[in-house]
């Protein structure tokens, strides 16, 4: 005769192992949040949350959840291109020249694009995407107000020590990194300065958005970020003006204006802007500069197309096959490890499909952007005007940081495209409407 367990017991049971599933749930999102004031400042931290956050999503799991994840995972338009790229790199690796230890460092390097399904389900409350946008605000506050005072004081937690004007005051990460993250956050300002509720709160974004573009062009030497910034509030101006034609000609306007008093009144800006053409014009292969470098890989390109066919040479094939070309050490560092492009860099290892995938995965981004009212539309169109900036100047999605920044913020601009909330959530979501920021 089989025994049965009391009713009582197994009530108690199920109310322990849902009470046990919420703390995973809302340890994992919380975690994920804390993830994204870490990634500014440090990657090693960042990565460890994410894995916490991972752990725990993975705890609050059960089949209802499980089933109900893969559906609106497949469901949401930049998932597929985000797996259908991660597949493709696993592919690759089977026709690579690389060694499986160089393979699985390019595995580690794009094992965020595998991670994005989760970051997005995750964040499908806007109360949870509320606390990303908090924390990655007050990291870039801490950035830029430490950038600002970096001029001024030496401070123990900067890798920069050059005080004064005209210098790179970088705080946290590289130049690079931190010019494109910085110019989001000018575009997240001005988007919140319209959406404030207050002139005072408006006021207060704008002296921010204005403090962080001074920053980038003045106080930094990232000529990716000069571009970065520049192009993401002209696509932001665009999107949100297009149909007021007189204002939109003020902005642009105020904007030449500002943009060319720091040229003139900014020694570094004009400098760094001014090397860049003359290392366009004169460049070779027997000396190392940023743009003569980038200019060298499209020659490298050009001579190794047969390298390079409809599927690519392969998975981490770009260092093996650059190695054997560039013989000079120096130009050899600072351009085997990766092309400083990201297209040219899936064009050539992944192959047409890598190439396509990649303009996939953006393009999805931006026909999202369509679904939301202008200035929602206009930050996310300003993000991917930052992305597509930093792939073609850097190889990004290959990058730890900016790769972080970039899989994180997309899954957090679109976590609200998956539609109606998880209808397995632990969590009473209260019918929170969807929105990205």
Known sequence: MVMQRPAAKVGEDNKAQMS?????????????????????????????????????????????????????????????PALALALLVVLASFWSPASWDEIMGYYRKYLKFVLLP??????????????????FGLAMLFTLASTWLNVWFQLPWSRTVNQGFGADHTVFKDHISQGIMMSLFVALNVHWAYKASSRWKALGFW????????????????RTGYIGL??????FALTLLWRRPQKLFGVVLVGALALTSAYHLSPHFKHRTNLALQEAQNHSANTVTSVGARIEVWRFMAKHTDNAKLMGAGTASYPV????????????????????????????EQGLPGLVLILWFMAAIVRQSLRYQRTHRALMLAFVSIMFTSNM???????????????????????SAGRPEPVAEIVNTGGAPASPA
């Open 20 to 80: 046990f599933r919420l703390f995973s749930r809302r340890a994992a999102i919380y975690s994920l949040a804390l993830v994204f004031g870490a990634f500014p400042v440090s990657v090693a931290l960042a990565n460890s949350l994410i894995l916490v956050s991972v752990v725990f999503w993975l705890f609050s799991l059960d089949r209802l959840d499980g089933r109900d994840f893969l559906q609106r995972s497949w469901a949401h338009p930049v998932v597929r």
């Open 118 to 135: 989760i970051f997005i389900y995750l964040l499908a409350r806007r109360e949870d995407r509320a606390h990303c946008w908090t924390a």
């Open 230 to 235: 520049l192009l993401s509030l002209v696509v």
């Open 207 to 222: 002296l921010v958005a204005s403090l962080g573009a001074t920053s980038v062009l003045v106080l930094t030497e990232s």
């Open 321 to 348: 096959i650059a190695r054997t070309y560039f013989q000079d050490p120096a130009f050899c560092a600072a351009i085997c490890p990766h092309p400083h492009n990201q297209f040219i860099l899936f064009y050539f």
């Open 393 to 415: 100047t850097h190889s990004s999605l290959w990058l730890s940081t900016e790769s972080q920044f970039f899989i994180l913020m997309t899954a957090l601009l679109l976590a």
